[in-house]
């Protein structure tokens, strides 16, 4: 009994080692809060520590682990939403909403992150996890418990709302700034 705890520890430990950064980048990119994506990959890890057994016999560790981290950012984007809501009914905002300074040269990137906050949490973990993470349209489906054909109409409504959101003047298109915020991501980028 010792040496199978021993086993699936340290099999645990090897799977914390190469998955703990991607699925904090995951939570980063789905909640939009550096802050919070440490904490949510650290519970995500947790949970899986707690159901170890099943989840290596299942067969699909990583897709799993993907899967809580997806429910933790959206409960944790859910309790935001409705903290902000109590907040605002409680301060009614004086004069005009305090905007964003004028004319700040923003690169890519934070353009990106902004434009992914304001997709609804289905098109936002479809756009991430398709083109963050290089996932297969079957792979998106297992991770958020979704038909393949959601995945596929949920990516292209985002991509198509990204568009839309990140439509600039200049000679810069909105999805050549899609695909450079999205590389850069994938490449490691600001997390």
């Known amino acids: 009994m010792g040496a199978a705890v021993d086993d699936a520890a340290a099999e645990f430990h090897e799977f914390f080692e190469a998955h ?92 990106v992150q902004e434009a992914l906050r304001r997709l609804p949490f289905r098109k936002r973990a479809c756009v991430v996890l398709r083109h963050a993470f290089d996932l297969s349209e079957r792979d998106t489906s297992l991770v958020l418990g979704i038909s393949v054909g959601t995945v596929k109409s949920q990516t292209s409504r985002a991509v198509a709302e990204l568009q839309r959101l990140l439509t600039s003047p200049g000679p810069e298109t909105p999805a050549a700034r899609v695909r450079v915020a999205l590389a850069a991501q994938r490449s490691g980028g600001d997390r």
Do not use: K
Not at 26 to 34: I, Q, R, V
Not at 40 to 59: F, I, K, P, Q, T
Not at 82 to 111: H, K, N, S, T
């Open 20 to 111: 703990y950064a991607e699925l904090a980048r995951l939570a980063h990119l789905l909640t939009g809060e550096a802050d919070a994506a440490d904490d949510l990959a650290a519970d995500a890890l947790l949970a899986l520590w707690h159901r170890w057994d099943r989840v290596r016999e299942a067969g699909h560790p990583v897709a799993y682990a993907r899967g809580v981290v997806a429910n933790l950012a959206r409960t944790r984007i859910r309790s935001a939403v409705r903290e902000r809501r109590r907040i605002a009914l409680f301060w009614a905002p004086r004069g005009g909403e305090g905007g964003a300074a004028d004319g700040p040269d923003v690169p890519a990137v934070i353009d």
